[in-house]
Structure formats: C-alpha cells, structure tokens
C-alpha cells in the first residue's frame, strides 16, 4: 500500500479563456530522492478540488506511473521529463499537515 499528499492547483489556458485544476504530488524514489507527478484520477471517482489537499493510498496494481519528455518548444531540444501518476483505485483521507512540526 502507498500512500502520498495530493495537492490542487488551478491554472489557466495559454490564452487565459479557461481554468482549470491539476492535481500533484511528490513520489520517494527507492534511493531516497523526490519526484513531482501529476496525478490523475478516474472520471466517475474525481475528488472535487475543494477537497484538496488529501491524503490518498492506494495499491500499486491500481496504479501506473507514465514519463514523458518535456521540449523547448523553439528549438525542440529536451529540456526535462514530466510525471504522470495514473490512479485506478484509491482511498482518500483528509490530509493532516506536518510541514511545521519540526518548528517552535
């Protein structure tokens, strides 16, 4: 069982006509580093973005993790990679936040 924090962030069409909400994450890799993922959710199952953040477990058969090559777009070079965090099944949790805790 995994289970990560997922956080809501709106944002708008290049030309500014439209908003929307992307849902991320950060992934621990195995070795200890972090990675960003957008995370995606079934349609009929969408957590509403005012729910957000949440704590969110899952399997990982539920899941699937996609990589994709990001690309200037003038010059075509690749620049970077994005993450994509597929979810098929999922618990969601409300997300209790820990950032502070280290502070006085």
């Known amino acids: 069982m995994m289970t990560i924090n997922v956080f809501a ?9 439209k908003s ?9 890799k195995k070795d200890g580093t972090l ?11 969408k957590p509403k973005a005012d729910e957000f953040p ?3 477990s899952f399997e ?10 990001i690309e ?3 010059t075509g070079e690749v620049v970077g990679e994005s993450h994509t965090l597929w979810l098929k099944k999922f618990t969601k949790s409300a997300y209790h936040d820990t950032s502070l805790d280290d502070f006085e």
Do not use: Q
Request: avoid cysteine.
């Open 54 to 56: 949440l704590t969110i």
């Open 72 to 74: 200037n777009e003038e």
């Open 60 to 69: 990982k058969a539920d899941a699937n993790l996609s990589h994709k090559p």
């Open 20 to 28: 929307f909400y992307t849902y991320i994450t950060k992934l621990t």
């Open 9 to 17: 962030k709106k944002r708008s069409t290049k030309d500014g006509s």
């Open 35 to 45: 990675m960003t993922a957008s995370v995606m959710f079934p349609e009929d199952d």
